[in-house]
Antibody
Framework: EVQLVESGGGLVQPGGSLRLSCAAS????????MNWVRQAPGKGLEWVSY????????YYADSVKGRFTISRDNAKNSLYLQMNSLRAEDTAVYYC????????????WGQGTMVTVSS | QSVLTQPPSVSGAPGQRVTISCTGS?????????VHWYQQLPGTAPKLLIY???NRPSGVPDRFSGSKSGTSASLAITGLQAEDEADYYC??????????FGGGTKLTVL
């Protein structure tokens, strides 16, 4: 079964750090581009970051640029999001999402992990 | 305020047809980037519904269809069913290669 499972969410104080992980299974992880997408409570979807299949190309939303770092370990079938200098407005469910081959759509999503930034 | 504009809500009775619009600009949809649609049932992760403007992934009923014209796109749902009640999001890209989502549309089945 093709699956993405996020972990690492939790409660963190403003200014703190957190590292999210996304474990992939059921497909050749190293062949796919990956993304992080977040959803604040009661709000819509917001794209956060993209990484190419090899990890050589990376993009960030302006709202997280300079604070978040996306990375991947193809040997471990894992995607990561290092989040530093966290703010209250970063509170959201964070989803990892696979980009479809030869498409710009996100065809597989994880169940999400909740990140709460609060003192 | 999302760059891609969707109506906050739409509604329809069972069996009816509803459409959800997604309006962008010349720097995203109008620049030729594909539009994709996602369905998010309450408390669940989004699910890909339409990709490449008008294509359905395997398993998505043909009651769902998508189209794109100029700087806008639309999702149509025919034969509305109670289980279609969900939030729907359009998605595209802009010239800076940032993925964009619409603000989302809540579909209520009356």
């Amino acid at each position: 079964e093709v699956q993405l499972v996020e972990s690492g969410g939790g409660l963190v104080q403003p200014g703190g750090s957190l590292r999210l992980s996304c474990a992939a299974s059921g497909f050749t992880f190293s062949s796919y581009e990956m993304n992080w997408v977040r959803q604040a409570p009661g709000k819509g979807l917001e794209w956060v970051s993209y990484i190419s299949s090899s990890g050589s190309t990376i993009y960030y939303a302006d709202s997280v640029k300079g604070r978040f770092t996306i990375s991947r370990d193809n040997a471990k079938n894992s995607l990561y999001l290092q989040m530093n200098s966290l703010r209250a407005e970063d509170t959201a469910v964070y989803y990892c999402a696979r980009a479809a081959i030869r498409q710009t759509a996100f065809d597989i999503w994880g169940q999400g992990t909740m990140v709460t930034v609060s003192s | 305020q999302s760059v891609l504009t969707q109506p906050p809500s739409v509604s329809g009775a069972p069996g009816q047809r509803v459409t959800i619009s997604c309006t962008g600009s010349s720097s995203n949809i109008g620049a030729g980037y594909d539009v994709h649609w996602y369905q998010q049932l309450p408390g669940t992760a989004p699910k890909l519904l339409i990709y490449g403007n008008s294509n359905r992934p395997s398993g998505v009923p043909d009651r769902f269809s998508g189209s794109k014209s100029g700087t806008s796109a639309s999702l149509a749902i025919t034969g509305l069913q109670a289980e279609d009640e969900a939030d729907y999001y359009c998605q595209s890209y802009d010239s800076s290669l940032s993925a964009l989502f619409g603000g989302g549309t809540k579909l209520t089945v009356l």
